[in-house]
T-cell receptor, first 111, second 111 residues
C-alpha cells in the first residue's frame, strides 16, 4: 500500500458540478492532514487543513475518517478557476516532523 | 511581503559539477524543508530542518546535502549531480512544520 495514495484523475467536470476527491494513508498514527492546491508549473499552496470534526471553507469541505484512514475534499459549485491539481498531505507517517505528499489529483472544470 | 525565495529558478548543468540551490524565507519560520517533484511521483521530501543547526533526512536524501547556519537560509547542495537528479525542486518553510509556504521552484536539468 502506498504511504499516501490519491486517484490521479483527471477529473473533467462542468462548471457548477460537485466533485469529491479521496486520499488514503498507510499509518493510522498519522497526526495532521492537509489539502494543497497546485497550479500548472507553480508552487503548491495550502487550501485547507483537515480536522477530525471536518471543516468547511466556502465551497470546500474537508473530512477525515481515521478508522478507514482516508481524507476527502468536496468542492461544490465548481468554477473554472478551480482547475488545478489537488495534493493530499499527511504529517507524522514515520515521525512527528515528516510530511508526505500524494501524487495529486488533477481537476479540469469546463464551461 | 512574506515569501520564500529560491535561486536559481532554472539551471542546466553537467554530471559531477557541484551546485547549490539557495532558499531564503523572511517569515522567521523555524521549520524549512526541501522537496523534489517528479511526474507521477508527487513531491518527495529530501531534507528538513526544525531549527538552526538541526537537520534530518526526509524520504529521498541520497545525493543531497543541506545546512542550516542561519534561521532564514536553507541551501540545498548537490556535490556530484547525476541525471537522475533532474527534477523540479521546492523549498518550503513553516512556523510549526505543518502549514507550509513554498518557494517558486527550481527546475534543474543534469546532462
Amino acid at each position: 500500500r502506498k504511504e499516501v495514495e490519491q486517484d490521479p484523475g483527471p477529473f473533467n467536470v462542468p462548471e457548477g458540478a460537485t466533485v469529491a476527491f479521496n486520499c488514503t494513508y498507510s499509518n493510522s498514527a498519522s497526526q495532521s492532514f492537509f489539502w494543497y492546491r497546485q497550479d500548472c508549473r507553480k508552487e503548491p499552496k495550502l487550501l485547507m487543513s483537515v480536522y477530525s470534526s471536518g471543516n468547511e471553507d466556502g465551497r470546500f469541505t474537508a473530512q477525515l475518517n481515521r478508522a478507514s484512514q482516508y481524507i476527502s475534499l468536496l468542492i461544490r459549485d465548481s468554477k473554472l478557476s478551480d482547475s488545478a491539481t489537488y495534493l493530499c498531505v499527511v504529517n507524522g507517517l514515520y515521525n512527528n516532523n515528516d510530511m508526505r505528499f500524494g501524487a495529486g489529483t488533477r481537476l479540469t472544470v469546463k464551461p | 511581503e512574506a515569501q520564500v525565495t529560491q535561486n536559481p529558478r532554472y539551471l542546466i548543468t553537467v554530471t559531477g559539477k557541484k551546485l547549490t540551490v539557495t532558499c531564503s524565507q523572511n517569515m522567521n519560520h523555524e521549520y524549512m524543508s526541501w522537496y523534489r517533484q517528479d511526474p507521477g511521483l508527487g513531491l518527495r521530501q529530501i531534507y528538513y530542518s526544525m531549527n538552526v543547526e538541526v537537520t534530518d533526512k526526509g524520504d529521498v536524501p541520497e545525493g543531497y546535502k543541506v545546512s542550516r547556519k542561519e534561521k532564514r537560509n536553507f541551501p540545498l547542495i548537490l556535490e556530484s549531480p547525476s541525471p537522475n537528479q533532474t527534477s523540479l525542486y521546492f523549498c518550503a518553510s513553516s512556523l510549526s512544520g505543518y502549514e507550509q509556504y513554498f518557494g517558486p521552484g527550481t527546475r534543474l536539468t543534469v546532462t
